[in-house]
T-cell receptor, first 114, second 114 residues
Framework: AQSVAQPEDQVNVAEGNPLTVKCTYS??????LFWYVQYPNRGLQFLLK??????LVKGSYGFEAEFNKSQTSFHLKKPSALVSDSALYFC????????????FGSGTKLNVKP | GAGVSQTPSNKVTEKGKYVELRCDPI?????LYWYRQSLGQGPEFLIY????????DSGLPNDRFFAVRPEGSVSTLKIQRTERGDSAVYLC????????????FGPGTRLTVT
């Protein structure tokens, strides 16, 4: 079955430190991968996507993600965390056959402490 | 500009009742998606519209769920004979294109079935 997994329910980092939010995928072939962020009482917001090309993808708010085909991972990273980055982060993958169907992970809550 | 809006923001209904949830996508977006998000989970795909037609309704859990988009803009998700297990946040998203385009999410409708 096609899916993504976010192995950490919660990630805690101190402001100014680098952060990583993990995502692994299970899709054969070349996946389309996405990261979204959800702030309290707000809709999900797109951060970045990987379709093809460079394995390091840069997105909004200073976030980036690294696609690693051998490890089937697409971890979200930021060199220096801000308190305002505290939110719920979702990884998603597009169905390999049905291009308009997407599978989301269960989410990782990022807590950035001052 | 205006984002995706959803009404109502909250809906409480009794078991067995019929409910309608409305989504106003971003103007000009041809693709529209409905998702269901249960507590502690990521969004779960329900249905996708391209224009007026339901291009993929494979995520609808059963025939109590139905969605329409008669003029290719506003969409309504309809749930008949609601059950307590239908309680969740229902999310709508729109996209300027299909497949690899990022989605713009509304704030959701929280449905509670008592």
């Amino acid at each position: 079955a096609q899916s993504v997994a976010q192995p950490e329910d919660q990630v805690n980092v101190a402001e100014g430190n680098p952060l990583t939010v993990k995502c692994t995928y299970s899709v054969s072939g070349n996946p389309y991968l996405f990261w979204y962020v959800q702030y309290p009482n707000r809709g999900l917001q797109f951060l970045l996507k990987y379709i093809t090309g460079d394995n390091l993808v840069k997105g909004s708010y200073g976030f980036e993600a690294e696609f690693n085909k051998s490890q089937t991972s697409f971890h979200l990273k930021k060199p220096s965390a801000l308190v305002s980055d505290s939110a719920l982060y979702f990884c998603a993958v597009r169905d390999k056959d049905n291009f308009n169907k997407f599978y989301f992970g269960s989410g990782t809550k990022l807590n950035v402490k001052p | 500009g205006a984002g995706v809006s959803q009404t109502p923001s909250n809906k409480v209904t009794e078991k067995g009742k019929y409910v309608e949830l409305r989504c106003d996508p971003i103007s000009g977006h041809t693709a529209l998606y409905w998702y269901r998000q249960s507590l502690g989970q990521g969004p779960e795909f329900l249905i996708y519209f391209q224009g007026t037609g339901a291009a993929d309704d494979s995520g609808l859990p059963n025939d109590r769920f139905f969605a329409v988009r008669p003029e290719g803009s506003v969409s309504t998700l309809k749930i008949q004979r609601t059950e307590r297990g239908d309680s969740a946040v229902y999310l709508c998203a729109s996209s300027p294109g299909a497949g690899g385009s990022e989605q713009y999410f509304g704030p959701g409708t929280r449905l509670t079935v008592t």
